[in-house]
């Protein structure tokens, strides 16, 4: 039948050998000195040894207790640790932060990743959504800082950098040709509406050949040469080319990539944050 070892009984073994005594002991566990001396004794009758030499003024481990305190500093380091890695994660500050899909690469992996080096005990929490739902989520008191890709830029807010939109096809060119020219973008994007506009005033006649919220399937269509289009200019897609001005198509002018802020958020990893967005995405501005 096998026994089990009482860690209680084992931390109380090794308090006692690091502090000499059971009143020092007693004192760096919390407990009683009767508490740890019942403890070291009942670990004495378990294993049938003597742990400790008592003596006047001191307690020195015995040779079986060495080989127990061995052991026990193993364990005890092993349970703490269990402890600490399955234990939930807690946070002193939790930022909210959202960001459209299309611009979170390559800034916002190093904004992270220098935040949470500097900043281990706090924690910002990314959401990637489209422009307008980040708005209306962010109105709605969801998120402490959002930023947009805006066309045109609303009032109120603050502009980190502005960027030409351009067109984007397959690279063979073949959707370019087809007419009506058919247009591949999220319902909810932001360059959708943009892109018709630009279209009708050229004269171009276009029809939608998707219908839906998922990026991937928009990119699917326009790697395939089945539509057409538009994104910040440097945000190309797999399988996509921008096009120039060499085509009919004509040019989307400018977006603009936004901050909002709630104003909320305080502290030293508020100010970081707002400081690295500036920084990072102010950087790439045309």
Request: aromatic share 6%; hydrophobic share 45%.
């Amino acid at each position: 039948m096998s026994r089990n070892l009482d860690t209680s009984a084992l931390r109380a073994v090794l308090a006692v050998a690091d502090a000499g005594g059971v009143t020092r002991a007693a004192g760096v566990l919390n407990l009683t000195q009767s508490a740890v001396s019942m403890q070291v004794r009942r670990l004495e009758e378990t294993l049938g040894v003597q742990l400790f030499h008592r003596g006047n003024r001191k307690m020195k481990p015995s040779p079986e207790g060495e080989k127990l305190i061995s052991y026990a500093r193993r364990m005890m380091a092993l349970n703490d640790e269990a402890l600490m890695r399955l234990a939930p994660e807690t946070f002193d500050v939790e930022l909210r932060l959202g960001v459209p899909c299309d611009i979170i690469a390559p800034q916002m992996p190093a904004i992270l990743r220098d935040l949470s080096i500097g900043y281990p005990k706090m924690r910002i929490k990314l959401v990637s959504s489209g422009s307008i739902s980040l708005r209306e989520a962010f109105r709605a008191g969801e998120f402490d800082m959002i930023l947009t890709t805006e066309f045109p830029v609303p009032e109120g807010v603050e502009v980190l950098a502005k960027h030409r939109l351009v067109w984007i096809c397959s690279p063979d060119l073949r959707a370019v040709e087809a007419r009506p020219l058919r247009l591949a973008f999220k319902d909810t994007c932001v360059f959708r509406g943009a892109a018709q506009k630009a279209l009708d005033a050229a004269g171009i006649v276009w029809e939608t050949a998707y219908e839906g919220e998922s990026e991937t399937v928009v990119e699917a269509n326009v790697a395939a040469g089945l539509a057409v289009s538009a994104l910040i200019e440097g945000q190309l897609a797999p399988g996509c080319v921008a096009i120039g001005p060499e085509t009919e198509l004509p040019a989307l002018g400018d977006c603009y990539i936004c901050l909002y802020d709630s104003g909320q958020a305080k502290g030293d990893l508020a100010e970081a944050l707002r400081a690295a967005l500036r920084q990072r995405y102010g950087a790439t501005g045309g």
